[in-house]
């Protein structure tokens, strides 16, 4: 799988002690220098500029042959949507409202941070109520009706499981008779 990310959700990520899921989901993680220099910038909070500073081996750098597209944006996200587009990404991490529109109109597909958390959670890495307030933990502002629109896809996923698979081991715990009782 290919997938590209711009500045915004590896830095909450980092900041939610969540990076590691983007290595676990989906492998390599490409980089363009451009998102890697605003990881960087002095302005970053401390872990995100130690984490940038000597990324994990399933990070790469890799700069986009043509970046002089997308001028309208800022460099990480143009970077950011030329290397997916070169690379053909299966999709683009990114956030900010004018680059996704910008990556989907250009045929890209795109997931920010949420997508990640949702898709470990569908794969069991997470538990989504407790990665959601990992992220909301951090100086990130997610909106009163981001987070119920989130928790109600969450409650959703869950109505749809096969009763077996409802959740799963790391989602039990034991009451105090014994007895295990599934946290939701």
Not at 9 to 22: D, H, T
Not at 23 to 43: F, M, S
Not at 115 to 124: N, S, T
Request: aromatic share 4%; proline share 9%; charged share 25%.
């Amino acid at each position: 799988m290919i997938v590209v990310a711009d500045t915004g959700p590896v830095n909450y990520l980092v900041l939610s002690g969540q990076i590691e899921l983007a290595h676990d989901l989906y492998g390599t993680l490409l980089i363009p220098p451009a998102v890697h220099r605003e990881l960087l910038h002095p302005c970053a909070p401390t872990a995100v500029r130690q984490w940038a500073t000597a990324p994990p081996a399933w990070t790469e750098v890799r700069s986009p042959k043509d970046a002089s597209r997308f001028t309208e944006l800022g460099p990480g996200e143009r970077e950011a949507i030329s290397l997916a587009l070169e690379a053909k990404a299966d999709f683009l991490l990114i956030d900010e409202s004018p680059g996704r529109k910008t990556a989907v109109q250009n045929g890209v597909a795109v997931k920010g941070k949420l997508g990640v958390l949702e898709e470990a959670d569908v794969r069991h890495l997470v538990d989504f109520p407790q990665a959601l307030g990992k992220l909301r933990a951090t100086t990130l502002f997610l909106s009163e009706e981001v987070v119920q629109d989130a928790l109600s896809r969450y409650r959703a996923r869950r109505r749809e499981q096969p009763r077996g698979l409802q959740p799963g081991p790391e989602h039990t715990t034991t009451e105090p008779n014994g007895d295990p009782r599934k946290e939701i």
